[in-house]
């Protein structure tokens, strides 16, 4: 999988509609490396990349705290309207029976009545995948077990806290 741009609206710090592009600029340099200061929005990020591939059983930084709805409802960045709501959405290249695809994954949500109504729509190759979206989770599972996506999706302050010796033994 390669996560080629990352979309935001109204998802946490980031208020109003934002698009990453995390395309390398080149062969010879084919990472991409994000930085801000403390508050800037990286583990939000992280958090947002977590989010749109496996919802509910996100391992989000602030999320063991609160049920799935009410983390749904803390995301939103504060002064939205809750009506108005929020989505985070990624477009990845990755193969599907032996052919590369471009997918486009969104996850939304906003208040309906008295809760949080969430959607999650796929495109492959640019049209509505209805399996996909339907069955998302299981798909994703296959090239990012849950289990493991810890490994792969941390910032910095994860690996500090991995580094001090007091929280080794924790880990």
């Known amino acids: 999988m390669i996560i080629n741009e990352i979309r935001l609206f ?12 995390l395309t390398p600029r080149s062969k010879e340099k084919p990472v991409v490396l994000i930085g801000a200061l403390n508050g800037g929005g ?3 990020l992280i958090d947002a990349i977590q989010l749109v591939l496996f919802g509910k059983l996100s391992k989000c930084s602030t999320r063991e705290r609160f049920s ?6 803390r995301s939103i960045t504060r002064g939205v309207d809750p009506k108005e709501g929020a989505y985070v959405g990624m477009k990845i290249t990755h193969s599907l029976d032996g052919a590369k695809h471009e997918f486009y994954i969104e996850r939304s949500w906003k208040l309906s ?4 109504k969430e959607n999650v729509n796929v495109k492959r190759d640019g049209g509505y995948d209805k399996d996909l979206s339907e069955n998302w989770l299981e798909y994703v599972d296959q090239f990012v077990p849950i289990a493991l996506a810890e490994l792969f999706f941390f910032d910095g302050e994860k690996i500090e806290q991995i580094a001090e010796s007091n929280n080794a033994a924790k880990m």
Request: charged share 10%; no cysteine; glycine share 12%.
């Open 68 to 73: 799935y709805s009410d983390f749904l409802a």
């Open 10 to 21: 109204n998802f946490g710090v980031y208020s109003g509609a934002h698009k990453i592009n």
């Open 113 to 116: 009545g008295i809760s949080y």
């Open 42 to 44: 990286k583990t939000t």
